[in-house]
T-cell receptor
Framework: DTEVTQTPKHLVMGMTNKKSLKCEQHMGHRAMYWYKQKAKKPPELMFVYSYEKLSINESVPSRFSPECPNSSLLNLHLHALQPEDSALYLC?????????????FGQGTRLTVV | AQTVTQSQPEMSVQEAETVTLSCTYDTSESDYYLFWYKQPPSRQMILVIRQEAYKQQNATENRFSVNFQKAAKSFSLKISDSQLGDAAMYFCAYANTGNQFYFGTGTSLTVIP
């Protein structure tokens, strides 16, 4: 199994809503990532979890709250988002540290904030 | 912070021909990894090829090969015998041992039948 599964694939939410994005992998990877990607732009790193601990937060606004409940799951909780937060949100996973650090990506969640 | 530069926003190639996509990067680290990812309209990022910085030999994967020039900090991708399915956005990426991936701005490749 070399898949990273993201749900939902599409999400429309109002600015006062609370929603969550989910990411799951069963490759034994202990590093998991959230990226934000705008149209025709590269992915921008948001968060990195290494061994279920938050290791990198790229100064992301607090309306985005990550959570890593176990080594296979990664969530992104959304609250009070702005229209400019509309984007493709990509989850990825890899082996942490030195060695084989290829990142496997999910298909993303297309988020629209109205 | 590391930077990755792709100077070709768009490229096109005739089917069955060869095309080279350019990438340069800037880093002060000695141990790192370089990748080319492909993102078709289906939007999933797919690994095309990887290169470990400590390896001098250029990586190859079937029709895809790289020209890795460590001193020049250059990492270009050559696609031989281009196929229609190669049309996509291509991102060059750098990863350090701290699990931080940095992506270039991308090159949109069109394959002309």
């Amino acid at each position: 199994d070399t898949e990273v599964t993201q749900t939902p694939k599409h999400l429309v939410m109002g600015m006062t809503n609370k929603k969550s994005l989910k990411c799951e992998q069963h490759m034994g990877h202990r590093a998991m990532y959230w990226y934000k990607q705008k149209a025709k732009k590269p992915p921008e790193l948001m968060f990195v979890y290494s061994y279920e601990k938050l290791s990198i937060n790229e100064s992301v606004p607090s309306r985005f709250s990550p959570e890593c409940p176990n080594s296979s799951l990664l969530n992104l909780h959304l609250h009070a988002l702005q229209p400019e937060d509309s984007a493709l949100y990509l989850c990825a996973s890899s082996h942490p540290g030195t060695g084989y650090t290829e990142a496997f990506f999910g298909q993303g969640t297309r988020l629209t904030v109205v | 912070a590391q930077t990755v530069t792709q100077s070709q926003p768009e490229m096109s190639v005739q089917e069955a021909e060869t095309v080279t996509l350019s990438c340069t990067y800037d880093t002060s680290e000695s141990d790192y990894y370089l990748f080319w990812y492909k993102q078709p309209p289906s939007r999933q990022m797919i690994l095309v090829i990887r290169q470990e910085a400590y390896k001098q030999q250029n990586a190859t994967e079937n029709r895809f090969s790289v020209n890795f020039q460590k001193a020049a900090k250059s990492f270009s991708l050559k696609i031989s015998d281009s196929q229609l399915g190669d049309a996509a956005m291509y991102f060059c990426a750098y990863a350090n041992t701290g699990n931080q991936f940095y992506f270039g701005t991308g090159t949109s490749l069109t394959v002309i039948p």
